[in-house]
């Protein structure tokens, strides 16, 4: 069975400062590996789609890599701001099954 | 385009009463998802569809029902309210092709209450 895991479950880091947020998962066997943010009340928003043949994606700040044989990805977030303050959360699409499966989140805190 | 769009926002239930969640989607896309979020638990998968007339169980389907009868929407029904069953509900949608997921689109929820 999958299971994804995200540690930690909460950070606090200042303002200016790079960060890497870290998602495991015990199948390798996947298609893609997704990160979302959720703001406090609010639904999910999509940043990052990996595909399980690409190493890494970039979308502005943000850069996420996937290591499909050691079951790990990392979200790394450069230079952050007060307003990258929110939950991270990764989930992963297993092969040949359809249920997309969710880590729990870090809830991420910037300080001004 | 409205993206993911969930009805109500905010729900009071009873125990023992019943009501369904409505869910749509703009985008076309052939697989929808209905999952439940408790403080500190993650996302639990309740159900889900590969396309109109397909539904399929999630780790967490009982006391819930599902049924799709057109590509854009996919109601989720509470039979019978438990406060077990309060949570935060969220409809999400992606279209996947070849077995591949694509992106995942979210509602904004919906918080509901059972007393």
């Known amino acids: 069975k999958q299971e994804v895991t995200q540690i930690p479950a909460a950070l606090s880091v200042p303002e200016g400062e790079n960060l890497v947020l870290n998602c495991s998962f015990t199948?390798?066997?996947?298609?893609?590996l997704q990160w979302f943010r959720q703001d406090p009340g609010k639904g999910l928003t999509s940043l990052l789609l990996?595909?399980?043949?690409?190493r890494e994606q970039t979308s502005g700040r943000l850069n996420a890599s996937l290591d499909k044989s050691s079951g790990r990805s990392t979200l790394y977030i450069a230079a952050s701001q007060p307003g990258d303050s929110a939950t991270y959360l990764c989930?992963?699409?297993?092969?040949?099954?359809?249920?997309?499966?969710f880590g729990k989140g870090t809830r991420l805190h910037i300080l001004p | 385009n409205a993206g993911v769009t969930q009805t109500p926002k905010f729900r009071i239930l009873k125990i023992g009463q019943s009501m369904t969640l409505q869910c749509t989607q703009d985008?076309?896309?052939?697989?929808m998802y209905w999952y439940r979020q408790d403080p500190g638990m993650g996302l639990k998968l309740i159900y889900y569809?590969?396309?109109?007339?397909?539904?399929d169980k999630g780790e967490v389907p009982n006391g819930y029902n599902v049924s799709r009868s057109t590509t854009e929407d996919f109601p989720l029904r509470l039979e019978l309210a438990a406060p077990s069953q309060t949570s935060v509900y969220f409809c999400?949608?992606?279209?996947?092709?070849?077995?591949?997921?694509?992106?995942?689109?979210f509602g904004e929820g919906s918080r509901l209450t059972v007393l």
């Open positions: 999400a949608s992606s279209y996947s092709t070849g077995g591949v997921t694509g992106e995942l689109f």
């Open positions: 199948d390798s066997a996947i298609y893609n």
């Open positions: 990996i595909q399980s043949s690409q």
């Open positions: 989930a992963v699409s297993p092969d040949r099954d359809d249920k997309i499966i």
């Open positions: 985008m076309n896309h052939n697989y």
């Open positions: 569809s590969v396309g109109a007339g397909i539904t």
